[in-house]
């Protein structure tokens, strides 16, 4: 539960400080803020996947069970979506990082010093910035679409999807 509220919340930020930036002009501080801000969220949410990915991994065979239980095409898609969310929150800040990389070499992000991994190269930046850029619609469209099968799960199946991510959730459920 904690891990999908605190993604949840920062990949907004993400999401709000990059597009945040256009409000300001080329080089103003306060642009720079926004970037800087758009940085440090990604570095935090990196330092929260890499516990959580493995925790995922670890404890993948003690997961409470869906009821009641998906069918077989069901259980498929929903591997098949939590596997592209976890490879669009490894791709993403790669990407984002080798864009930076690519435009700026190291750069300096509220003073933690993050290196280079790719050499400085304009033309390599404008292609990054282009999947970066295509990569968030891709994560904007996992995300949703992530929200709505947990909610359609929820109202529609009547499934404890939502109810083992929040206990507490037990709104719009059918009593026995």
Known sequence: M??????????IAAYVTISMTDLF??????????????????????????????????????????TPSLSKNNKI????????????????????WALVSANYGSVNIYGINIPWIIAQNKEIASLLKELHEVFAGLGMFLIIGHVVMALWHHFKKQNNTMIRMFPWFKWGMKKD
């Open 2 to 11: 904690f891990y999908h509220l605190l993604w949840f919340l920062l990949v």
């Open 25 to 66: 002009p080329r080089w103003s501080s306060l642009r720079g803020v926004a970037i800087q801000t758009h940085f440090l969220v990604w570095i935090i949410l990196i330092m929260f996947f890499i516990p959580r990915f493995f925790i995922r991994v670890k404890k993948f065979k003690s997961i409470p069970p869906i």
């Open 77 to 96: 898609l929903a591997n098949l979506g939590h596997f592209a969310l976890y490879a669009w929150m490894v791709i993403m800040p790669l990407l984002g």
